[in-house]
């Protein structure tokens, strides 16, 4: 599967964006999704994860309560709406697609096999 996140871009705190992965190749309905960051001089972060059928969510606790993932299976895209934007959520982030669904919703990036190329969110304050 081929994935391109977009969506991105330059907001003040308390902005909100809408990121947006789009998956071509192999049925959208067969990954788990899930949303990664990565700020400059730090390792790439778990940020929301989605079941493959978009039944059940799980978010890193810096990000619960202001960032929902959500899919829409019939345009094989991901999204990852979030508010009440931070300085400290600027990051690139990326989509990824762990396609062992069987193992549950996991939130280390080694588990996920395909990876967008990141979309550049900078948040000002």
């Known amino acids: 599967v081929q994935l391109q996140a977009s969506g991105g871009g330059l907001v003040q705190a308390g902005d909100s964006l809408k990121l947006s992965c789009e998956a071509s190749?192999?049925?959208?309905?067969?990954?788990?999704m899930g949303w990664f960051r990565q700020a400059p001089g730090k390792e790439r972060e778990f940020v929301a994860v989605?079941?493959?059928?978009?039944?059940?969510?799980r978010y890193a606790d810096s990000v619960k309560g202001r960032f929902t993932i959500y899919k829409d299976n019939a345009k094989n895209t991901v999204y990852l709406q979030m508010n009440s934007l931070k300085p400290e959520d600027t990051a690139v982030y990326y989509c990824?697609?762990?396609?062992?669904?069987?193992?549950?919703?996991?939130?280390?990036?080694?588990?996920?096999?395909?990876w967008g190329q990141g979309t550049q969110v900078t948040v000002s304050s």
């Open positions: 989605i079941s493959w059928n978009g039944g059940i969510t």
């Open positions: 990824a697609a762990d396609d062992r669904t069987y193992y549950g919703l996991r939130n280390t990036p080694p588990y996920y096999k395909y």
């Open positions: 190749g192999r049925s959208f309905t067969s990954y788990n």
